[in-house]
């Protein structure tokens, strides 16, 4: 699992420095959230993924991960939290980055994964030599993990920028047999004015509802 964390902080910190950069100027983005199948552009246990600003989002077999960047100023850029760059990567803003794990207690794997809403459009990653880029990538507004229980199946889609779920409940199904749990939290509370569940990390604090 460690190396699986870090093979996805080191692909976060590969294919998104634009973020970085947007983020280091204070730039704006009103792009929508979108869920792509992963096709050779992340680490090999990752199915899908998905790229907000400031993040991102990884669903494996077991769960979901979310890796969250905040760029940091340059006397703090050797901080032990700060990931080590690569040579393509000098002179890029540093990041200091934390991952949040979501899992579903006693859930069945999370392998039937499909996507809905398609959008039309698609992504391009055209890093390193030609033979591993990786083109066409259709995008999806909204991405369903079915059968996490009997007659329960969980959907991940986007509000804007910001990450949402729902546990979507067949007729019949039994809501109570979900045990939703987090990885890498300090604290969690739930915030009645936005009606979800802030969580906050050693370094960041994410709302998700």
């Keep these: 699992m460690k190396n699986l964390l870090r093979a996805m902080v080191s692909c976060w910190v590969l294919l998104s ?7 280091t100027h204070s730039v704006s983005f009103d792009r929508p ?7 050779g552009q992340a680490p090999s246990q990752v199915s899908w993924t998905a ?8 669903l494996t077999g ?3 991960s979310i890796v969250i960047a905040e760029p940091v ?6 901080s032990p939290a ?3 760059s690569g040579a393509r990567l000098q002179g890029l803003p540093k990041a200091r980055m934390s991952v949040v794990g979501m899992n579903l207690g006693g859930s069945r794997p999370w392998i039937a994964v499909e996507g809905l809403e398609p959008t039309g459009g698609v992504s391009n990653y055209l890093v390193g030599p030609e033979k591993d880029w990786h083109k066409g990538i259709p995008q999806y507004g909204r991405v369903r993990v079915k059968g996490v229980y009997d ?5 991940f889609y986007g509000h804007g920028r910001e990450l949402e779920y729902d546990f979507v409940v067949e007729p019949g199904g039994d809501a109570s047999q979900i045990r939703l749990a987090f990885d890498g939290v300090g604290s969690m509370r739930v915030d009645h ?3 979800g569940l802030v969580i906050r990390s050693e370094e960041h604090t994410a709302e998700l509802q």
Excluded: W
């Design 17 to 23: 420095p634009a973020l970085l950069v947007a983020a």
């Design 33 to 39: 959230l979108v869920f792509e199948p992963n096709v």
């Design 51 to 58: 790229r907000g600003q400031g993040y991102q989002l990884y």
């Design 62 to 64: 077991s769960g979901a």
């Design 73 to 78: 100023p340059a006397s703090a850029a050797d």
């Design 82 to 84: 700060t990931p080590k």
């Design 151 to 155: 007659g329960i199946d969980l959907v």
């Design 193 to 195: 004015q936005i009606t």
